[in-house]
């Protein structure tokens, strides 16, 4: 499966913007699915993840009330729309896909599909 990101954008504080990540080559039936950030001059972080099959999700406290994490597995897209952005909310946002043991969702490495980023930039 192929991953391709796109939605990012120049915003101003307190706008909302959505990320859509779209699968080729495959669908997402099977894997977890993730959210990810990579701020300037800082390592890769999770935002967001569906855990279980069942629609379980997992956010990062920083973006709890203000992220979601959505699916249209029919149109083979998950989505994080972000509410209420700030700065700091500014990074490459990337999603990946894979089957992470449990409890280790927020770990990258263990991530092995990777989508390219999109940029969000959140300007104060």
């Known amino acids: 499966v192929q991953l391709q990101a796109s939605g990012g954008g120049l915003v101003q504080a307190g706008s909302s913007l959505k990320l859509s990540c779209a699968a080729s080559?495959?669908?997402?039936?099977?894997?977890?699915v993730a959210w990810f950030r990579q701020a300037p001059g800082k390592e890769r972080a999770f935002v967001a993840a569906?855990?279980?099959?069942?629609?379980?999700?997992l956010y990062t406290d920083s973006v709890k009330g203000r992220f979601t994490i959505s699916k249209d597995y029919a149109k083979n897209t998950v989505y994080l729309q972000m509410n209420s952005l700030k700065p700091e909310d500014t990074a490459v946002y990337s999603c990946?896909?894979?089957?992470?043991?449990?409890?280790?969702?927020?770990?990258?490495?263990?991530?092995?599909?990777w989508g390219q980023g999109t940029l969000v930039t959140v300007s104060s």
């Open positions: 990946a896909v894979g089957r992470p043991p449990f409890g280790r969702w927020r770990d990258a490495a263990l991530w092995p599909i």
């Open positions: 080559g495959g669908s997402f039936s099977g894997y977890k």
């Open positions: 569906f855990i279980f099959n069942g629609g379980d999700t």
